[in-house]
């Protein structure tokens, strides 16, 4: 089955700097990658997601790229801020259709220092 | 707004009681996810329904059942509660669209004595 790698496991910036976080996925079927971000005491919310066949994907300070050659894609966060503080979880499923269980990484926790 | 709701934050539970999860979604997704989240090992796939009365084994599915009678409610069930079950669970909701976004509750924290 699917394995997701991710790093690091801890993650501290300065506000107002980026953040990067970097997962690998072991099937090479894989072809839907989803970001999830988890605040204290709510389950996780998307943020962000990328499909196969797309490299890189923005939305306004969040970003994603995707090197399907390599198995690996990356979470960008630009100009941090003290919301931005959570846990990060990338994923990665094959899709068929219908129902996708998720494979997830064991997630990376995200200071933003003031 | 998708709501995902799950019975309870807090449950704490006897080995070897029979316990159960319920998970309850408003939105008429046809899919219903249940995993496990620990400390340093991410979220974890327990099973998932894509339908009424159909259920697929994910990753970890030893020592769960799970039951879907309606389309809007997914439970989990343990039979025989262990301490290895201690844990955080979330439930989590999809529509029938192929790699649609999936919603979570807010988890209910089970610990076993």
């Known amino acids: 089955g699917e394995n997701v790698e991710q790093h690091p496991s801890t993650l501290s910036v300065q506000e107002g700097d980026s953040a990067v976080i970097k997962c690998t996925y072991s099937?090479?079927?894989?072809?839907?990658f989803p970001w999830y971000k988890q605040e204290l005491g709510k389950g996780p919310q998307l943020i962000i997601d990328?499909?196969?066949?797309?490299g890189e994907k923005k939305d306004q300070r969040i970003a994603v790229t995707l090197n399907k050659t390599a198995k690996h894609f990356s979470l960008h966060i630009t100009e941090t801020q003290p919301e931005d503080s959570a846990v990060y979880f990338c994923?990665?499923?094959?899709?068929?259709?219908?129902?996708?269980?998720?494979?997830f990484g064991k997630g990376t926790h995200l200071i933003i220092q003031p | 707004d998708v709501k995902v709701t799950q019975s309870s934050r807090y449950l704490v539970k006897r080995t070897g009681e029979k316990v159960f999860l319920e998970c309850v979604q408003d939105?008429?997704?046809?899919?219903m996810f249940w995993y496990r989240q620990d400390p340093g090992l991410g979220l974890r796939l327990i099973y998932f329904?894509?339908?009424?009365?159909?259920?697929e084994k994910g990753d970890i599915p030893e020592g769960y059942s799970v039951s879907r009678e309606k389309k809007e409610r997914f439970s989990l069930i343990l039979e025989s509660a262990s301490t290895n079950q201690t844990s955080m669970y979330l439930c989590?909701?999809?529509?029938?669209?192929?790699?649609?976004?999936?919603?979570f509750g807010p988890g209910t924290r089970l610990t076993v004595l």
């Open positions: 989590a909701s999809s529509s029938g669209a192929a790699s649609s976004e999936q919603f």
């Open positions: 099937d090479s079927a894989s072809n839907y």
């Open positions: 990328i499909r196969s066949n797309v």
């Open positions: 994923a990665a499923t094959t899709t068929g259709g219908g129902a996708d269980g998720l494979t």
């Open positions: 939105m008429d997704h046809e899919n």
């Open positions: 329904s894509y339908d009424v009365k159909m259920k």
